[in-house]
């Protein structure tokens, strides 16, 4: 069946709130970390500002970036849920084939980083020079892709009132 807009929204709640977690918990080490001296730079004093310090900044602070960006996701996926939602009213079939919606993950990881920007979360430039890019593009593409083979995999087949109720939890 396809999934009515309530259902499409509690999915992404969700599935954010669930496997996302779970899965910025575990990648987060493991990502690559610009070096601190970057990741404070805005915080510090001119004159230790002038001092690069030569190791990757603190977990605590890539788990932060990590988290912010996963809220930021999931809160910024309710407006394109409803955005694609009403895109879907076009077509004949009124849904997407399963590909379109592992693609959208392309427009949405560009908005999400420029609003990481613009409200304040990530210093630095916008453009790919940006210290944190690297780990954010592995963040958001591997959280994206987990998400996605999630709700078109083990969802359906482990939650079958999910499944037949337009993808409605409650």
């Given amino acids: 069946m396809t999934l009515t807009l309530s259902g499409r929204l509690q999915t992404r ?18 990502l690559p970390r610009p070096p601190a001296f970057y990741m404070s730079m805005t915080s510090m004093p001119m004159t230790r500002m002038m001092l690069p310090i030569l190791f990757p900044s ?9 988290f912010e960006t996963l809220g930021l996701m999931v809160v910024l996926g ?4 409803v955005l694609y939602h009403f895109l879907q009213q076009f077509r004949w079939d009124k849904d997407w084939p399963p590909i379109f919606t592992l693609a959208v993950g392309v427009p949405e990881a560009i908005v999400l980083w ?3 920007h613009v409200i304040g979360l990530e210093y630095g ?27 078109t995999g083990p969802l359906k087949v482990l939650s079958l009132r999910w499944r037949f109720e337009g993808g409605t939890f409650v």
């Fill in 13 to 30: 709640l969700f599935l954010g709130a669930t496997v996302g977690v779970v899965w910025t918990a575990i990648i987060t080490p493991f």
């Fill in 58 to 66: 603190s977990i605590g602070e890539a788990y932060q970036m990590t």
């Fill in 78 to 81: 309710l407006g394109w849920e």
């Fill in 114 to 116: 420029l609003v990481l």
């Fill in 125 to 151: 430039s916008i453009g790919l020079s940006s210290p944190n890019f690297v780990m954010f593009i592995w963040d958001f593409t591997t959280t994206w892709v987990l998400l996605w083979l999630a709700e």
